[in-house]
């Protein structure tokens, strides 16, 4: 059988997104792979557990930390389908992880390649390998389509109150 | 009764920040405040917890979002023994914290002064006022003293194999 190919764990990482999508959450997931084998997942469950840092990469470094029984996850690669904000990407750095893969960029908020590109700054003991544009184009359409159906709703809610206002 | 000052519960985290020592732990601490009241707390833990994620900040975080049911730290102060690294920084953006009060800097991983200034990019949805060098003295010092400690022990060891190869 063929190795797996980034691509391939990042349609686990897909396969996350969309569970956090069908719960209302924005649709962002995470795996961790050591070893030819996913040792940590995760998806955005920011609205649902109340919780400022409950982001699909912190949930899966999270899992794949007790895994391994280390706060070290070398010989780790993550794979996430959103470019990763500032507390991501420090997490990334602060447990040593060596590689990344993301999908679509994220130009208000990442720290990748948009508003920083900390994975690369020399002046922290760690540095990460960053593969961009994994499967960008689904990650950031499951994107796009959550927010298109926000708007919608928030239009269609206006439309039902200025109704009833008139109706009065 | 007078108010707490910024001093008085920057001394609560530097008790944090002395369970962290007592542990062997790096001696951090932090605490989060609301309503002049304490919601959150929390001293490192990488070492016990092997959780990369397991800063002073992130377990004070996630406290006080627990706390009150939100991920939204509105209206809190976070008060941290040492400058916060890019996760821990990129958390507190990311919990909509207003302000925050740090002790040391941390020349090596700072993102709020030393490395970085993110609390002040506007280029982010929220920016964060900081009040730096409360209490900076017994934080640097405790942290001083825990490195001093560990380079004493690597020495003491270093010498005792030398010691036993010269006997052997």
Redesign the interface.
Known sequence: MAEPTAEDWMQEALHEARMAYLIGEVPIGAVIVHQGEIIGRGHNL??H???????AE?IA??EA??YL?????EDCQLYVTLEP???????I????LPELYFGARDP??G?VRS??Q?MD?T???HQVTVHERVLARPAGEMLENFFRGIRKRKKAAKKARREAAEKN
């Open positions: 920011r609205e557990g109340q919780d400022a840092t409950m982001h912190i470094i999270q930390c007790e029984h280390s706060w070290r996850l904000c500032l507390m991501c990407s420090g997490a750095i602060n447990a040593r208000k908020a720290a508003l920083y900390v700054d002046r922290l003991n």
